[in-house]
């Protein structure tokens, strides 16, 4: 694990039964870390909140900022608002844990074993970006700006050559997109 993602570590065992609270600046680097290159800046504060019990820790992730990413389009950089978010459970000393207890299902739910001390919540910080992140990002996310017309006009020149060779650019693009997700 690298050095960027190890700040995510939580060592639990240290915190008192309690509520706390921790706070990160999630920027590009945080996004290279998980191989996603899409992003290509991001300036978005996450709180973690974690609550600390005696047979559990409930974390609630949650953040605010902005992304910037390309037009799939005409390729121009679209800025917009993400309000990241997810909830996680971990049961401590699983082996007295029963499992057959309903969790709800919009939760995330790790058993840890009781020799276990530390969490690692990076993982869950970048999972609470993705439902944030548009399966098309375009021109129009940030607030209905239209595409540059100039650039499309260029795009479809490429696209038509591309086209004879039988291969579509913006489709490769997108095909890029939806094997990431
Ligand atoms: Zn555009």
Redesign the pocket.
């Known amino acids: 694990m690298s050095f960027i993602l190890s700040e995510f570590d939580i060592e639990f065992v240290k915190l008192k039964i309690a509520k706390h609270s921790l706070e990160y600046h999630i920027d590009k680097t945080f996004f290279e870390n998980f191989n996603n290159s899409d992003v290509l800046s991001s300036d978005v504060k996450v709180q973690v909140l974690l609550d600390r019990q005696e047979s559990m820790l409930l974390l609630n992730i949650h953040g605010d900022g902005m992304l910037n990413m390309q037009?799939v389009?005409?390729?121009?950089d679209?800025s917009f608002n993400v309000k990241p978010n997810h909830k996680c459970i971990y049961h401590l000393n699983q082996e007295n844990f029963n499992k057959n207890d309903n969790n709800p299902l919009d939760l995330d739910v790790v058993y840890l074993a009781s020799n276990e001390f530390k969490i690692n919540v990076a993982q869950y910080v970048y999972e609470s970006f993705l439902t944030q992140i548009p399966m098309v990002v375009?021109?129009e996310l940030e607030n209905n700006k239209s595409?540059?017309s100039t650039m499309l006009e260029k795009l479809k020149g490429v696209s038509k050559n591309e086209r004879e060779k039988g291969t579509d650019p913006r489709w490769d693009a997108l095909k890029k997109l939806i094997d990431k997700k």
Do not use: F, G, Q, T
Not at 73 to 76: A, E, G, H
């Open positions: 037009c389009r005409c390729l121009n679209v375009n021109c595409c540059d």
